[in-house]
């Protein structure tokens, strides 16, 4: 099945600058990354996602990239803000379509220093 | 539209005690799932569902079972609660197959 790696498992920035995240899977079929924040007792909320069909998207201060040949694919978030602390998971699809659910990374606890 | 709810919020079950969480949708969504998250981890797929009558397992399916008589309801049975089973709960559900829309969770303690 498929297999979803994480790093790094903590990442501390200063308010302001960049964060950067990534994961790496294991399945070629794979065709849908998501990225989800969870706050803490709270339930994941998507912020992005891609599709294998796309190299890059952007939504504001946060963009993903996607490298299909190598099977990785990044979160970049810019000009960092205190409420962005949080958890944040990469994902993928197990076997493409969706359909059969998500298999996610272990997560990236984001600590903004003020 | 409350989108995906849940219930319990929280529970404490006793080593061999059985119980069912239950989840509802009223998105008309065709796909439902539930994963497991447990203390600093990723989720994980326990068992998903692609429409009413369809159910299929995940990748951590031991213990427990599910049924999709409604498009609504999703409700996930754990059978002779075990303290491995002492993890937070979520729902999750889907029109397109892609982005999941995700309850608010249920903790679940086994002692």
């Known amino acids: 099945g498929e297999n979803v790696e994480q790093h790094p498992s903590t990442l501390s920035v200063q308010e302001g600058d960049s964060a950067v995240i990534k994961c790496t899977y294991s399945d070629s079929a794979s065709n849908y990354f998501p990225w989800y924040k969870q706050e803490l007792g709270k339930r994941p909320q998507l912020i992005i996602d891609?599709?294998?069909?796309?190299g890059e998207k952007k939504d504001q201060r946060i963009a993903v990239t996607l490298n299909k040949t190598a099977k990785h694919f990044s979160l970049h978030i810019t000009e960092t803000q205190p409420e962005d602390s949080a958890v944040y998971f990469c994902a993928a699809t197990p076997q493409g379509g969706g359909a059969d659910g998500l298999t996610f990374g272990k997560g990236t606890h984001l600590i903004i220093q003020p | 539209n409350a989108g995906v709810t849940q219930t319990p919020k929280f529970r404490i079950l006793k080593i061999g005690q059985s119980m069912t969480l239950q989840c509802t949708q009223d998105m008309n969504h065709n796909y439902m799932y539930w994963y497991r998250q447990d203390p600093g981890m990723g989720l994980k797929l326990i068992y998903y569902?692609?429409?009413?009558?369809?159910?299929d397992k995940g990748e951590v399916p031991n213990g427990y079972n599910v049924s999709r008589s409604t498009t609504e309801d999703f409700p996930l049975r754990l059978e002779l609660a075990a303290p491995s089973q002492t993890s937070v709960y979520f729902c999750?559900?889907?029109?397109?197959?892609?982005?999941?829309?995700f309850g608010p969770g249920t903790r679940l303690t086994v002692t």
């Open positions: 569902s692609v429409g009413a009558g369809i159910t």
């Open positions: 891609i599709r294998s069909n796309v």
């Open positions: 999750a559900s889907t029109a397109s197959s892609y982005e999941q829309y």
